[in-house]
Antibody
Framework: EVQLVESGGGLVQPGRSLRLSCAIS????????MHWVRQAPGKGLEWVSG????????GYADSVKGRFTTSRDNVKNSLYLQMHSLRAEDTALYYC???????????WGQGTLVTVSS | DAVMTQSPLSLPVTLGQSASISCRSS???????????LNWFHQRPGQSPRRLIY???DRDSGVPDRFSGSGSGTDFTLRISRVEAEDVGVYYC?????????FGQGTKLEIK
């Protein structure tokens, strides 16, 4: 069974940092791209960032570029999202998403909630 | 970025009737490898999105054949025949041909 389990969310003040983690099991993590997708309360889905299997190629939404960094550890089967200079508009449920096929976004975690508020 | 525009945003449907959701991209979704990476997701309240359709028309395992996807280039459609109560929720299209991946705004399906 494929499992993606996010952790690291919580309440953080504006301007502070937070690091999200995603533990992956049940599929060949090394071979595929991974992503972070977020959903603000009551809103739609927004792709935040992605990283290819080799980790050398990453992409970011304009809304987080320069503030967020995605990385992966193929030995630990883990995905990370380092978030800096957090803003109120970053408040959302952050999903870890895995591609089982190119562009598939096949597997989703349950999400970890990040709340940015003073 | 490829902007994805869904319509309608709200879709009241009678049980047993069919429903269609349109998704249009601001640019062609034909990838250099010849594929079109256009997915459809369904999200129920309090749940993670679940993929229904990938590469325009390939149905995921376990998805009823009442769900079908079609389209090409920039225009795509998700069709649900014989709507059932379990189909309520929000449907999203998502393109994965270009980075950044982008989603449509979502279409909320409800039962009349």
């Amino acid at each position: 069974e494929v499992q993606l389990v996010e952790s690291g969310g919580g309440l953080v003040q504006p301007g502070r940092s937070l690091r999200l983690s995603c533990a992956i099991s049940g599929f060949i993590f090394n071979d595929h791209a991974m992503h972070w997708v977020r959903q603000a309360p009551g809103k739609g889905l927004e792709w935040v960032s992605g990283i290819f299997w080799h980790g050398n190629n990453t992409g970011y939404a304009d809304s987080v570029k320069g503030r967020f960094t995605t990385s992966r550890d193929n030995v630990k089967n883990s995905l990370y999202l380092q978030m800096h200079s957090l803003r109120a508009e970053d408040t959302a449920l952050y999903y870890c998403v895995g591609d089982n096929v190119p562009g598939g976004a096949d597997y989703w975690g349950q999400g970890t909630l990040v709340t940015v508020s003073s | 970025d490829a902007v994805m525009t869904q319509s309608p945003l709200s879709l009241p449907v009678t049980l047993g009737q069919s429903a269609s959701i349109s998704c249009r991209s601001s640019q062609s979704l034909v990838h250099g490898d010849g594929n079109i990476y256009l997915n459809w997701f369904h999200q129920r309240p309090g749940q993670s999105p679940r993929r229904l359709i990938y590469k325009v028309s390939d149905r995921d395992s376990g998805v009823p054949d009442r769900f079908s996807g079609s389209g090409s280039g920039t225009d795509f459609t998700l069709r649900i025949s014989r709507v059932e109560a379990e189909d309520v929720g929000v449907y999203y299209c998502m393109q994965a041909t270009h980075w950044p991946y982008t989603f449509g705004q979502g279409t909320k399906l409800e039962i009349k």
